[in-house]
Nanobody
Framework: VQLVESGGGMVQPGGSLRLSCAAS????????MSWVRQAPGQGPEWVSS???????YYADSVKGRFTISRDNAKNTLYLQMNSLKPEDTAVYYC??????????WGQGTQVTVSS
């Protein structure tokens, strides 16, 4: 199982970024996927999830600004982030839970929101 995030970077407040997570080693379309972030000195924070049926869920802190999506043909998970705030600064990870409740995380991509 491999999850590889990309698309992070530095952006000014109010800007946008699109994160991608390329998945391999499992049947991507059969599993729910999530984004989790971790800010410096803090624990992991759940951001958003999408299930196999395409239903989407968001943390209150990002609702209305972030959009999660998936392309099962490309085995790729996305996170469109708009109206970014400094408090969105974190390392963003994609995550899945496979058979046996085993969690898999990517290596993360850094998002920095600063003027």
């Amino acid at each position: 199982v491999q999850l590889v995030e990309s698309g992070g970077g530095m952006v000014q407040p109010g800007g946008s970024l699109r994160l991608s997570c390329a998945a391999s080693g499992f049947t991507f379309s059969s599993y729910d996927m999530s984004w989790v972030r971790q800010a410096p000195g803090q624990g992991p924070e759940w951001v958003s999830s999408i299930n196999t049926g395409g239903n989407k869920y968001y943390a209150d802190s990002v609702k209305g600004r972030f959009t999660i999506s998936r392309d099962n043909a490309k085995n790729t998970l996305y996170l469109q982030m708009n109206s970014l705030k400094p408090e969105d600064t974190a390392v963003y990870y994609c995550k899945t839970v496979l058979v046996g409740d085993r969690e898999y995380w990517g290596q993360g991509t850094q998002v920095t929101v600063s003027s």
